[in-house]
């Protein structure tokens, strides 16, 4: 199985500042399509994950533009240029490339 | 708009079973392919199974497979998962999941609201 790594696992963050999670798979995601599914989630504590990120950096519908992500091979990044109250919570990157899906441990926000 | 409404989560004895069931709506449901993918206390996400959409291929991972089944009832728009001889490890959120086409899984762009399987005596 792939297996998918994060850092830090935990971040605390002042409000306006920037944050940056890093996220590295064993192996290459680069599917038969030629595309990379590496995707981030977001998921605040008592709700569902929501994914934020798709296919490295396309942001999802209605997520602010001060996401962003990053990276090519096994080396993928998520970065918040100004980080707000309402980004705390757990982020995941996962990889649907390779069968069984596999997402890293989680990496939790906080504000400072 | 899509929502995903999960039901069917109980406390189970070990070795017992149980059906989740998400009922879909606001997209054509038998144009996608849908997976189950659980969370235990604590962890990350682990995709357990997928079904994809037109042809119903399906998919486990290792932990689920034999004792678990994936099946969709397209005239229903319907997702299930028939969970059998459960292990205390099977405790988690089970969340539903709408992927962005009918072949191609792991991309997850809708979540239920979970459901929670505890396996305990």
């Known amino acids: 199985d792939v297996v998918m790594t994060q850092s830090p696992l935990s971040l605390s963050v002042t409000l306006g500042q920037p944050a940056s999670i890093s996220c590295k798979s064993s192996q290459s995601l680069v599917y038969r399509d030629g595309n990379i599914y590496l995707n981030w989630f977001h998921q605040r504590p008592g709700q569902s994950p929501r994914r934020l990120i798709y296919m490295i950096f396309n942001r999802d519908s209605g997520v602010p533009d001060r996401f962003s992500g990053s990276g090519s091979g096994t080396d993928f990044t998520l970065k918040i240029s100004r980080v707000e109250a309402e980004d705390v919570g757990v982020y995941y990157c996962m990889q649907g490339t390779h069968w069984p899906f596999t997402s890293g441990p989680g990496t939790k926000v906080d504000i400072k | 708009e899509v929502q995903l409404l999960d039901s069917g989560g109980d406390l189970v004895q070990p070795g017992g079973s149980l059906r989740l069931t998400c009922a879909a709506s606001?997209?054509?449901?038998?144009?996608?392919?849908m997976s189950w993918v659980r969370q235990g206390p604590g962890k990350g996400l682990e995709w357990v199974s997928v079904?994809?959409?037109?042809?119903?291929?399906?998919h486990y991972a290792d932990s689920v497979k034999g004792r678990f089944t994936i099946s969709r009832d397209d005239s229903q728009n319907t997702l299930f998962l028939q969970m059998d001889s459960l292990r205390a490890e099977d405790t988690a959120v089970y969340y539903c999941?709408?992927?962005?086409?009918?072949?191609?899984?792991?991309?997850?762009?809708?979540w239920g609201q979970g459901t929670l399987v505890t396996v305990s005596s």
């Open positions: 999941v709408k992927e962005v086409s009918a072949v191609k899984s792991g991309t997850g762009d809708n």
């Open positions: 606001g997209f054509t449901f038998r144009n996608y392919a």
């Open positions: 079904i994809s959409g037109r042809d119903f291929v399906t």
